[in-house]
């Protein structure tokens, strides 16, 4: 008798829920973890390191790890082609299936790895891009991967440092999104982008939540723009001494 091979008991026993995602870790046959998304119609499985799929593209841990090394060797004669393109397509869509798994499960610092991921081979397609518009077709998500990768590295930095660090987390990530909507439009949209709002509140909600006033980081911008240089270099040093 053939050995079955449907999932009707897992879908059966986890239940999809339309609202959010829907993820969890469980134990591989071999005892590592595996990283599941419920989907309505099935379920998405991903390995936790490495490549979502469990590929090694070229004996490499990822494909732009792979494409990297190619470039490297190629040099100036290194371009992307149609099989290349196709594949960096592939790898940004098992990347954002796991980075949004892992916020939902409040992994933060898997997520803000898979950010990174993403934001380094955008990056690397940008500058080898076949045509502008396969790049803008990823460079369009850029916001949003930044977006995700603030909010992961600022809820990181509460559970380890806590409040003060995470809202440095947050204002860098905003100053990221400003730089990069005054780059992409002519007139920048600042505090009226949906998403710096969405982290400004985060920022808000922390300070009165933790009772923090201006972090030293603030303080320290705040005496730059004032022009007090000598309350800065204290506020510098203040900054170095809790770093080490």
Same mark, same amino acid.
């Given at each position: 008798?053939?050995?079955? $091979? ?41 390995? =936790?390191?490495?490549? +979502? ?5 070229? @004996?490499h841990a990822t494909?732009?790890? %792979? ?17 290349n393109c196709r ?26 790895e898979d950010a ?10 940008? $500058? ?32 380890? *440092?806590? +409040?003060?660090?995470?809202? *440095? ?41 933790? *009772? =923090?006033?201006?972090?030293?980081? @603030? ?9 007090? %240089? ?15």
């Amino acid at each position: 008798m053939a050995r079955a $091979q449907h999932v009707d008991h897992i879908l059966r026993s986890w239940r999809y829920r339309p609202n959010g995602v829907v993820a969890r870790v469980v134990k591989g046959s071999d005892g590592r973890d595996l990283l599941q998304m419920r989907l309505e119609l099935g379920l998405l499985q991903m390995e =936790v390191e490495g490549r +979502p799929d469990g590929e090694q593209p070229g @004996e490499h841990a990822t494909y732009y790890d %792979y494409l990297l090394s190619k470039a490297f060797e190629e040099g100036e004669d290194f371009s992307l082609d149609e099989i290349n393109c196709r594949e960096i397509d592939r790898e940004f869509v098992q990347f954002y299936h796991r980075r949004i798994c892992w916020l939902s499960l409040q992994q933060y610092c898997s997520a803000a790895e898979d950010a990174d991921h993403t934001l380094a081979l955008m990056d690397f397609s940008s $500058q080898y891009s076949p045509s502008d518009e396969w790049a803008a077709s990823h460079e369009q998500y850029r916001p949003f991967v930044l977006f995700q990768r603030t909010q992961a590295r600022a809820l990181a930095a509460l559970e380890d *440092d806590g +409040p003060e660090r995470a809202m *440095d987390e947050i204002n860098d990530g905003v100053q990221r999104l400003r730089a990069l909507y005054e780059e992409q439009l002519d007139e920048p949209l600042y505090e009226e982008e949906e998403l710096i709002e969405r982290l400004n509140a985060l920022k808000d909600s922390l300070r009165e939540h933790y *009772d =923090v006033g201006p972090t030293l980081t @603030e303080q320290l911008n705040e005496a730059i723009a004032r022009e007090e %240089y000598e309350r800065a270099a204290e506020l510098r040093d203040e900054i170095e001494r809790r770093t080490q």
